[in-house]
């Protein structure tokens, strides 16, 4: 079985920044891909970021890109969301998903662990 804990999530102003957290453990190999996925307020949930393994190759949401930035570090086994100038609409609940394999998708039903989420709100 494989656990993810998102952390960092809070409040913060428009224009300001949050870097989110999931650290993975349980029974999971080095070769996975984690995807980050938020869900706001009465919308479905939508893929944000993914980062493969050991690093190299990353996708974005072009609602974020430019202004997060996804890494991690394979020897905590912890992933990164580093989120700037964020904006209202970035309000959600942010969840990292883990896969088994090399390809960073962007469909959420390709991915087998969750982790319960952390809120993020925007305030203006």
């Known amino acids: 079985q494989v656990q993810l804990v998102e952390s960092g999530g809070g409040l913060v102003q428009a224009g300001g920044f949050l870097r989110l957290s999931c650290a993975a453990s349980?029974?999971?190999?080095?070769?996975?891909?984690v995807g980050w996925f938020r869900q706001g307020p009465g919308k479905e949930r939508e893929f944000v970021s993914a980062i493969t393994w050991p690093g190299v190759g990353t996708e974005y949401a072009g609602s974020v890109k430019g202004r997060f930035t996804i890494s991690r570090d394979n020897a905590k086994n912890t992933v990164y969301l580093q989120m700037n100038s964020l904006k209202l609409e970035d309000t959600a609940v942010y969840y990292c998903?883990?896969?088994?394999?090399?390809?960073?998708?962007?469909?959420?039903?390709?991915?087998?662990?969750w982790g319960q989420g952390t809120q993020v709100t925007v305030s203006s």
């Open positions: 349980g029974r999971l190999s080095s070769r996975y891909v």
């Open positions: 998903a883990a896969r088994y394999g090399s390809a960073a998708t962007t469909n959420v039903s390709r991915y087998d662990y």
